[in-house]
Every structure is written in C-alpha cells, then in structure tokens.
C-alpha cells in the first residue's frame, strides 16, 4: 500500500484568495488523480495528473480555476484560485494500488478548505 | 448526473446485528465496484470490491452481492461492531473500457450501537 500525505490538512481562506495543496506519496506512481467532497456529497473527480503531460480534467473543472503541477513521480499539487464560498470543500489527493488494478485507489488524508 | 446512487444517507445498527448498505448505478459501463470506509478526518480507505463477473465477494466480516441486471449492489457486514461505524462510499469504474475512473456515491453513516 502506499502513504499519502497532503499538507495543510485544513485552511480558512478568504474569497479571491488562491490556495495550493500538496501531494507527497511515499513511492513512485504514474497516475495521481485529485477529488473533491462538498459538503453532504460524493466525491468528484477533478482531474487526472500523470507526470510529463498536461492534466487532464473532468468535465466541469477548468485549469485556470484547478492548475496542476506534477513534477516528479511522487509528488503533485493543486491549487485552488480566485476562491469563493462554493470552493469550500474537502480535496483529496489519490494514487492507484500496485496491484495492477488502478481501481483500488489509495487516499491522502484530505484538505478541509473554508472559503470565507 | 450522478451515476451512482446511495439512497440511505444514514444507517443506524446494535453492535452484533448485520449492516446492509446500498448502492444503484445508472452507466452499463460499469464493470468494477468498490466499498470504500472513510473515518473524520481521514481519506476514504478500500474495503471490498467485486469485478461484474462476479455476483458475491467476501472477505471475512464484509460481503459485497452485485446484482447487473438491476444495476445494484450491496454491502453486508455481519456482525456489525462499535469501529465500523463510518461513512461507506460505494464506487464503480468502467475498467474493461480503460476508464480507471472511480465514481462515487454520496455515502452512507453508519452508526453501530453497543
């Protein structure tokens, strides 16, 4: 299995603020993939950060909204800009399992973002 | 649209009793499902999971029934005990199609009572 660590685990940030989350993973994985929780819902997808290309991002997300970096193997980041109260959300970071089935994603413990 | 579906947003259980958590799906696509369990402040972590060519999966305490035909599956744990009470993420993915992309649902809590 693999650790995941993100940092800051929580932040309150003011609107039109920007924040970046990071990523830390303890071996190297070629898919990193970044969710979002708001609150009450589900968690949706954001996009997908593969290192040495572009991410690629689902459908409602934008990358002036979500940039994404990944340059390394075990390493990415998200950031969050031009924040409003809707950005409040729970972001977590995954990876897929060494098992060969990338279904069986592990988490990062997650960001708890508060967009004041 | 939300392609997976947990009515029950919450589920309350005496320790002992069986656990039922439920899980719709609306995409034919969806050849892989999972259960995850998720803690306060903690990410979700993988419980059980179960390939469309299957119709049951377990694993010790946790089974998990797929039923294609009406796009459902469920998750029985028996017996419930005090450190199951979380929140229970079902998930599915198109992986035969090289989707590796997880949809989830919006959670069930479950609540084991002592």
């Known amino acids: 299995s693999a650790v995941i660590s993100q940092k800051p685990s929580r932040d309150i940030c003011q609107r039109g603020t920007s924040l970046t989350i990071q990523c830390q993973v303890d071996s190297q994985v070629t898919m990193m993939f970044w969710y979002r929780q708001q609150p009450g819902q589900s968690l949706t997808l954001i996009a997908t950060?593969?290192?040495?290309?572009?991410?690629?991002?689902e459908s409602g997300f934008v990358i002036d909204k979500f940039p994404i970096s990944r340059p390394n193997l075990t390493f990415s980041t998200l950031t969050v800009s031009n924040m409003s109260p809707e950005d409040s959300s729970i972001y977590l970071c995954?990876?897929?399992?060494?098992?060969?089935?990338?279904?069986?994603?592990?988490f990062g413990p997650g960001t708890r973002l508060t967009v004041t | 649209d939300q392609q997976v579906k947990q009515n029950s947003p919450s589920l309350s259980v005496q320790e002992g009793r069986i656990s039922i958590l439920n899980c719709d799906y609306t995409?034919?696509?969806?050849?892989?499902f999972l259960w995850y369990k998720k803690y306060p402040a903690e990410g979700p972590t993988f419980l059980i999971s179960i390939s469309s060519i299957k119709d049951k999966n377990e694993d010790g305490r946790f089974t998990v029934f797929l039923n294609k035909s009406a796009k459902h599956l469920s998750l029985h744990i028996v017996p419930s005990q005090p450190g199951d009470s979380a929140v229970y993420f079902c998930?599915?993915?198109?992986?035969?199609?090289?989707?590796?992309?997880?949809?989830f649902g919006a959670g069930t809590t479950v609540t084991v009572r002592a």
């Open positions: 950060a593969n290192q040495g290309s572009e991410a690629t991002y």
């Open positions: 995954s990876v897929p399992t060494t098992s060969g089935r990338s279904n069986e994603q592990y």
């Open positions: 998930a599915a993915s198109a992986y035969c199609s090289n989707d590796y992309k997880l949809s």
């Open positions: 995409n034919s696509m969806f050849d892989y």
